[in-house]
């Protein structure tokens, strides 16, 4: 580690005069970091779906595909951001396979990088509830339970409120105050801030209007019968 390193400097991240202090540049490359990654999902949502056929054979495709989504929403929020939330002060100099991942995909957000307070409290939120959430909600699918679809919204609207207040909060920067968080390359800000949160904002929007549809058709047979059996 040199002395130039120690004081934060040189780094590629945007603002280029964030302070950055001990920063290591990664020594695994981006195919070999995005490959394994992907990897290492497909591997726990390949086992999940082999779990799941043996145990509930029966269960509809639209189950299983919510088990799926669910399963790695629980692995991501609770285990990588997990990761950010405890080791967030030592983010510029890690170099374990997570810590790289973060200062990968913080080329387009140096946030991370920096202990922001909205994307370290976001964060946290984010493991500590919606991680094991997550998973109870996988229980409950395959369960068959009815608080399947209560927590289901909680859920699902707890990640769309968190993306767009991650938005909100960058894009208020760059537009008031002048501080661009992402390097200038498209790619950063296409796939890695734009792409990788929407899904968090697509997915859960099906799931919150799937459960509130629900709900609101079994309150609506609730009061019919109620009324019913009233008049008799």
Same mark, same amino acid.
């Given at each position: 580690?040199?002395?130039?390193t ?12 964030a302070?950055l202090?001990g920063?290591l540049a ?11 990654f992907?990897a290492?999902w497909?591997?726990?949502l390949?086992?999940?779906l082999?779990?799941v056929s /043996? =145990?509930r054979p029966n269960?509809?495709?639209a189950d299983?595909?919510? #088990? ?6 629980? !692995? *991501? ?7 950010f939330?405890?080791?967030?002060t030592?983010m510029a100099?890690?170099?374990d396979f997570?810590?790289?991942l973060?200062?990968e995909? /913080? =080329?387009s957000d140096s946030?991370y990088?920096?202990?922001d307070?909205? #994307?370290l409290c976001?964060?946290?939120?984010t !493991? *500590? ?5 997550s998973?109870?909600?996988?229980y409950?699918?395959?369960?068959g ?5 209560p927590l289901?919204?909680i ?6 409120y968190?993306?767009i207040?991650?938005y909100a909060?960058s894009?208020?920067?760059h ?13 950063y800000f ?9 899904i ?6 099906h ?12 309150i ?5 019968t ?7």
């Open positions: 580690m040199t002395n130039s120690l004081a934060g400097l040189p780094h590629p991240y945007y603002p280029i005069e302070q202090v920063y990664n020594d695994w490359s981006v195919p070999t970091l995005v490959g394994a992907a290492g497909a591997g726990i390949g086992v999940t082999m779990i /043996s =145990l269960l509809r495709t299983k595909l919510a #088990v799926l989504w669910f399963i790695l929403s629980g !692995a *991501i929020h609770l285990f990588f951001e997990g990761y939330v405890v080791n967030h030592r100099p890690a170099q997570f810590g790289q973060w200062k995909y /913080s =080329l946030r990088l920096t202990s307070p909205f #994307v976001m964060e946290t939120i !493991a *500590i509830c919606w991680g094991p959430l998973f109870l909600l996988v409950l699918i395959l369960s339970s009815s608080l399947r679809h289901q919204i859920v699902s609207l707890g990640q769309i968190g993306d207040l991650y909060t894009m208020f920067d537009y008031y105050n002048g501080l661009s968080y992402c390097r200038p390359e498209a790619y296409w796939c890695y801030y734009f792409f990788m949160n929407f968090w904002i697509v997915i859960p929007s799931y919150l209007w799937e459960s509130v549809s629900i709900t609101s058709r079994a609506k047979s609730l009061d019919v109620s009324k019913s059996r009233k008049t008799k």
